[in-house]
Nanobody, 117 residues
Framework: QVQFVESGGGLVQPGGSLRLSCSAP??????????MGWYRQPPGRQRERVAH???????VYHDSVLGRFAIFRDNAKNTLYLPMDSLNAEDSAVYYC?????????WGQGTEVSVSS
């Protein structure tokens, strides 16, 4: 089973920045068709979607990350990005990418973001 592959996480101090990347199991035209999103699951909390991008590039953000995160896609590279600025402790979580709505069979391992001083 082919899964999304997330990368770019790490340990960062409050106020810092990271850029997450996601390699999609789909390719070419197939990737470009799907709405995509970034999801995160903080410790002890439910998974939530933080950003959503349509196949046409329309972006929607969760209020908690609005103005700090961005979502971009490079359809030619089958890649999804999440640049994150002004990180705070509430952003600490394992971050995943998936389609919107999710394809339950394609969850990857995620990439962990830890914001701590």
């Amino acid at each position: 089973q082919v899964q999304f592959v997330e990368s770019g996480g790490g340990l960062v101090q409050p106020g810092g920045s990271l850029r997450l990347s996601c390699s999609a199991p789909t390719s070419g035209r197939q990737f470009s068709i799907y709405d995509m999103g970034w999801y995160r699951q903080p410790p002890g909390r439910q998974r939530e979607r933080v950003a959503h991008i349509s196949g046409g590039g329309t972006q929607v953000y969760h209020d908690s990350v609005l103005g700090r995160f961005a979502i971009f896609r490079d359809n030619a590279k089958n890649t999804l990005y999440l640049p994150m600025d002004s990180l705070n402790a509430e952003d600490s979580a394992v971050y995943y990418c998936n389609a919107v709505p999710v394809n339950e069979g394609h969850w990857g391992q995620g990439t962990e973001v830890s914001v701590s001083s």
